[in-house]
């Protein structure tokens, strides 16, 4: 274990990132604060390609930092701590979601949800001392973080790059899945079967629950089922979507377009609940108001996880041996993989293998 304090230099770091929105991402040299008192550095081994990167990368959300380093599906080792490090030493495989600060002090912080701390740093895009002024992510060699905001990473090494999507798609489908109860006897349908999507089945399955997968893309059919949903609905197809009426517990939506979201609510039972959480870069038509007053439904949103749940969610997947199905890339491939996520057609997240940013 080496210790450090911040009097030491910044780190110099290969990263991919882009400098506009309508730029293709690019290699780049980035710096990395020296590891302060608190600190963990940390060797990036992969990086998932999550679909906001990709509508943050390409300025669709509006408020880009430029230049945009993405990347918040981070796992790798810790090569040095700073001298108060309690809970990590050099060698410890760990991961870096989201968040990589918050105020600490609100009532969010203190009951452990940082993501919804109004003062909450996320991993890229945010403000921040460290240079160029806004936070880097995870697509470059090397991170320093807060201690914590680290997460033990407890599956075996061999299924590492595997976790990294657990970092965002796994907690961003967990938490709200817990939240709303999702367990033995409870009907879950999971909307759009991508990144979020199929940990989303993986993980409701794993809680207990009846699981439906509602996909646009028919040869997500047998996929889905493999991924272990209980039923596949193709909800182009009407009669399918149907035959699921006034019969759902929980819908949880994480569809990165606009589309009817009336469909879905129709499907929910009295007291249900259909929560979203994709973004989409513009907005959802209106929903029907008369299909949630005559039934008591609701429409709730849910973002990412805090710190303690996503260490939870972390552990829950390690015990029943779920990683994300991954489809390996080269730092260089990143602009054509977001042009196959926005055609759904990845099975079902790509993950940056950083080794890449070297050559
Ligand atoms: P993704 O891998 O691209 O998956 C989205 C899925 O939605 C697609 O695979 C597709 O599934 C379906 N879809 C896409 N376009 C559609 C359309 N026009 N109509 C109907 N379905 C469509 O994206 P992701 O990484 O899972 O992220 C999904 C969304 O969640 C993004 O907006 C992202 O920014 C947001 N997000 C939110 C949070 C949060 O905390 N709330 C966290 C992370 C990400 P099928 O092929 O099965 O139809
Ligand atoms: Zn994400």
Redesign the pocket.
């Known amino acids: 274990m080496t210790f450090t304090n911040t009097m030491e230099v910044a780190l110099a770091v290969k990263a991919f990132g882009a400098y506009a929105g309508d730029k293709p991402l690019e290699a780049m040299d980035i710096e990395r604060r020296a590891t302060g008192a608190h600190d963990v550095k940390i060797e990036i081994a992969y990086c998932g390609v999550?679909?906001?990167d990709l509508?943050q990368v390409r300025a669709e959300w509006g408020g880009t930092r430029w230049p945009c380093v993405p990347g918040h599906e981070i796992v790798g080792r810790v090569t040095e701590v700073g001298g108060h490090v309690k809970n990590f030493k050099a060698g410890d495989l760990v991961g870096v979601g989201c968040i990589v600060d918050s105020c600490g002090e609100c009532p969010e912080c203190a009951d452990g949800y940082e993501n919804y701390c109004d003062g909450m740093i996320g991993t890229y895009n945010f403000p921040t001392e460290d240079a160029p002024g806004h936070t880097l992510g995870g697509y470059s060699q090397q991170i320093v973080v807060n201690e914590g905001y680290v997460l033990h990473v407890k599956h075996d090494e061999d299924k590492l790059a595997a976790v990294a999507p657990l970092l965002?798609?796994g907690i961003?489908t967990y938490s709200p899945l817990k939240h709303w109860n999702t367990g033995p006897g409870k009907k879950v349908g999971i909307v759009?079967?991508?990144?979020?999507?199929h940990m989303g089945v993986k993980i409701a399955h794993a809680m207990g629950a009846h699981v439906v997968a509602f996909?646009?893309?028919e040869s997500?059919r047998e996929a889905a089922l493999a991924l272990g949903a209980d039923e596949v609905v193709v909800s182009r197809n009407e009669d399918e979507m149907a035959a699921h009426a006034l019969s759902f517990d929980l819908i949880l939506n994480?569809?990165?377009?606009p589309?009817n979201l009336d469909a879905y609510i129709n499907l929910l039972k009295r007291d249900g609940t259909m929560t979203l959480?994709?973004?989409?870069a513009e907005a959802h038509p209106a929903p029907n108001v008369a299909a949630l007053i005559f039934k008591r439904r609701s429409l709730a949103g849910?973002?990412?996880g805090g710190i303690p749940e996503t260490q939870e969610m972390l552990d829950f997947c390690a015990k029943h041996n779920i990683v994300a199905d991954i489809e390996m890339i080269r730092a260089d491939e990143v602009d054509a993989a977001y042009d196959r996520?926005i055609k759904?057609d990845?099975k079902?997240?790509f993950v940056i293998d950083t080794a890449s940013l070297a050559g």
């Open positions: 999550c679909h906001s509508h965002c798609a961003t759009g079967i991508g990144g979020l999507g996909t646009t893309s997500k994480t569809v990165a377009a589309h959480v994709g973004v989409p849910s973002l990412i996520m759904g990845v079902y997240r």
